[in-house]
Each structure stands twice: as C-alpha cells, then as structure tokens.
C-alpha cells in the first residue's frame, strides 16, 4: 500500500487513468489527487451513501464511478445469513446504502457495473481465514435482467453500464456498439425466461454463487464473440480468444 503523498501524486501523473479501489474519506483523497494532477480516475465498487453523496457534489468530467450487482442485490443481512459467503471488500451495507447507489444510477451518477468477479473455492471460503470476494460473472445480467423486468432499471441503462460506457472510459477499440466495423459481441436475452439459480448447475468452477436460490427473471441464452456462437442454450463451444485492443 501507497501512502506517501508524493508517490501517489507521481504514480497518478504517469498514468492516463488511475483504477482505486477507495472507501470512506480515501474516496476524497483520490479525486483530489486526480483533480490536482488532470488525470482520469476511475472509482471501483462505490458501496456507501456518504461516498455517493461525495461524488455528487464534486464528480466532474474525467472521474468515473462503478458499483457491483452484490453491493446492488444484497446488504448486510445477507452477511448475517451467509458468513464468509457473502464476505467482500467492500463490506455488504446498509438498505439505506444500496438505495443511494439505485438513485446514482438514476441519477446518471453511476457510470459502470462491474463485478469484482473474486472466484474462491468453497474449501476457501470454510476455512478459518475465509478470502474475501464473490464470484459475479455468470449472475451479473441475470440480476440486471430481473431488475428490468421489475421496473427498477431500463435495458438501456444496463446496455450503457454494463458494455457501452466501459468500452469508451477504457477506450476499447471495435466493443460497445452493434455498428459497421466493430466486433460482433453479442448476447441475446430472453427476457422472459424464468430460473432459480443453482449451485450444480453454474459453469463458474468454484461451483457457488452468494445468489444461489434466488429466482430470476431474464437470461442470457446466447453469447456471440467476435460473430461467433461460444454459448447457446446451455451449451459451450470452444472459442479462441483474441487480445483486447486499446484506441491511444
């Protein structure tokens, strides 16, 4: 850990963007040190009403803000429930503090959902020194799905937060868009379609999920990665990655 003013200020000068991961007061100190120095910051896994109430009176252009599905979809009586299971860093909080990152998103505050995919095993996670961390890949959509369909936010909204903004705050060359000459990522969706979440049955190898049993409404039922299919109907194909290509 970094905590000598200079060499944040140095680290935040030699970088284009600066990732934090910032809670309390330290939210403060890293806009400060990203104002001071004109750099963009990105802000990971905002989780308490204070740091919104923050960043509302002093975000401007250049600073980004991101939150998860387990700080959207879960609180701290979900820590009492699960234990180590819904153990995270960020710590799950209040409603009070899930309602406030609902109205960032409304707000526009918000600019990106991310997951904080952290995909422990289950030996880990009974152990005595339990790590911190979910795993998130595989529910994320379905969560925004069901929120759509519960009228808590827009397909747009999920589109922008989940795809088309990371694409341009990172300045992903050919993703975010469904246009000539960009990459045919797709995923289509089934709004409609109805399932539990269920521990056997997720890909994710550490074989758990903090979200096992909830029923959800909206999947993903095909994903196409650059225009080709590697996930239909339950079924995986193997694909060939390529690297991620930034625009300068």
């Known amino acids: ?16 963007m600066v990732a934090v991961h910032a809670e309390g007061v330290k939210v403060g ?46 609180t701290e009586k979900d820590y009492e429930k699960q234990g180590a299971f819904a153990k995270m860093i960020p710590s799950l ?21 991310g997951t904080d995919h952290a995909p422990h095993t289950m030996q880990e996670k009974y152990g005595k020194e339990p790590p911190a961390g979910v795993p998130g890949e595989e529910t994320a959509l379905p969560l925004l799905l069901d929120a759509v369909n519960k009228s808590l936010i827009s397909l747009k909204k999920v589109v922008e937060l989940t795809s088309k903004n990371p694409a341009r705050i990172f300045r992903i060359k050919g993703k975010g868009e469904i246009s000539p000459g960009y990459d045919a990522d797709l995923t289509i969706i089934d709004m409609n379609l109805e399932k539990k979440v269920n521990n056997e049955e997720l890909n994710t190898k550490c074989k758990w999920s903090p979200f096992n049993g909830y029923t959800l409404r909206g999947w993903p039922v095909t994903t196409i990665v650059g225009g080709r299919i590697v996930y239909n109907h339950g079924k995986i194909y193997k694909n060939q990655g390529r690297e991620v290509i930034f625009r300068g």
């Open 1 to 16: 850990m970094v905590t000598d003013s200079s060499a944040i200020e140095d680290i935040f000068y030699a970088s284009k």
């Open 29 to 74: 100190e890293a806009v400060h040190y990203a104002k001071k120095t004109q750099r963009n910051l990105y802000l990971c896994h905002i989780s308490l009403r204070e740091e919104i109430e923050f960043i509302r009176e002093n975000k401007e252009k250049g600073i980004y803000v991101e939150v998860t599905p387990h700080h959207l979809f879960l």
């Open 93 to 113: 909080k209040t409603k009070d503090d899930q309602d406030s990152l609902w109205e960032a998103i409304e707000e526009g505050i918000v600019d990106t959902i």
